[in-house]
């Protein structure tokens, strides 16, 4: 059984929004930053959002203001709502999961999800 499931890609215009979910099987133990990479074709995979346990969130600087990472603990989910949408946010999402409170390193995560891929058109 996956340990991380993503779900929520799909194809969309320019300007319009997702919602990504990613759900963490409870086998899991020592997790207190999630996170939200991204991995274009030809590109390497980059980190677009970052949630520590305690609430602190960080982003990438192409999708601050309009991407928003937030948890529902009771659910055990991390979610990615993505708003006004632009092509070059064209990507497979991977959400991660690490026992470093402020990974940032491809590395520092020892769990992945298996990618949802989002794909917006001009």
């Known amino acids: 059984q996956a340990q991380l499931v993503e779900s929520g890609g799909g194809l969309v215009q320019a300007g319009e929004s997702l919602r990504l979910s990613c759900t963490a099987s409870?086998?899991?133990?020592?997790?207190?930053?999630m996170a939200w990479y991204r991995q274009a074709p030809g590109k390497q995979r980059e980190l677009v959002a970052r949630i520590q346990s305690g609430g602190p969130t960080n982003y990438a600087d192409s999708v601050k203001g309009r991407f928003t990472i937030s948890k529902d603990n009771a659910k055990n989910t991390v979610y990615l709502q993505m708003n006004s949408l632009k092509p070059e946010d064209t990507a497979v999402y991977y959400c991660?999961?690490?026992?470093?409170?402020?990974?940032?390193?491809?590395?520092?995560?020892?769990?992945w999800g298996q990618g949802t891929q989002v794909t917006v058109s001009s």
């Open positions: 409870r086998a899991i133990f020592g997790i207190v930053s």
């Open positions: 991660a999961a690490s026992r470093i409170a402020i990974a940032t390193m491809i590395h520092e995560y020892d769990y």
